[in-house]
């Protein structure tokens, strides 16, 4: 399973950015898929995630209201949409994916940057 995390950019206070993670190499309605973030000096932390079927979502406290996740399952692809962007979203975000059995994140994309200048 491969994952590639794209979309990330440079953004002023407020803006929206679009992140997409595809998929590749398994079956991607067997994966729930997730985003974390990484902001510099920082711990990585939860973003997003949904499940396999997209029924169910998650979404960290810091982002709940601004941001929302979605996949296409026809296209092997999530989406992170970001609203409303603070300075403190600013962090490396990076998508993993896993089989509906598993707890932690088997699969991880690279990470693409996203600034938000204020």
């Known amino acids: 399973v491969q994952l590639q995390a794209c979309g990330g950019g440079v953004v002023q206070t407020g803006g929206s950015l679009r992140l997409s993670c595809i998929f590749s190499?398994?079956?991607?309605?067997?994966?729930?898929v997730g985003w974390l973030r990484q902001a510099p000096g920082k711990e990585r932390e939860p973003v997003a995630s949904?499940?396999?079927?997209?029924?169910?979502?998650t979404y960290g406290e810091s982002v709940k209201g601004r941001f929302t996740i979605s996949r296409d399952n026809a296209r092997d692809t999530v989406y992170l949409q970001m609203d409303s962007l603070k300075p403190e979203d600013t962090a490396v975000y990076f998508c993993?994916?896993?089989?509906?059995?598993?707890?932690?994140?088997?699969?991880w994309g690279k990470g693409t940057l996203v600034t938000v200048s204020s």
């Open positions: 190499g398994g079956v991607f309605s067997d994966y729930g």
């Open positions: 993993a994916a896993k089989t509906r059995m598993r707890v932690v994140w088997e699969h």
């Open positions: 949904i499940s396999t079927t997209g029924m169910h979502t």
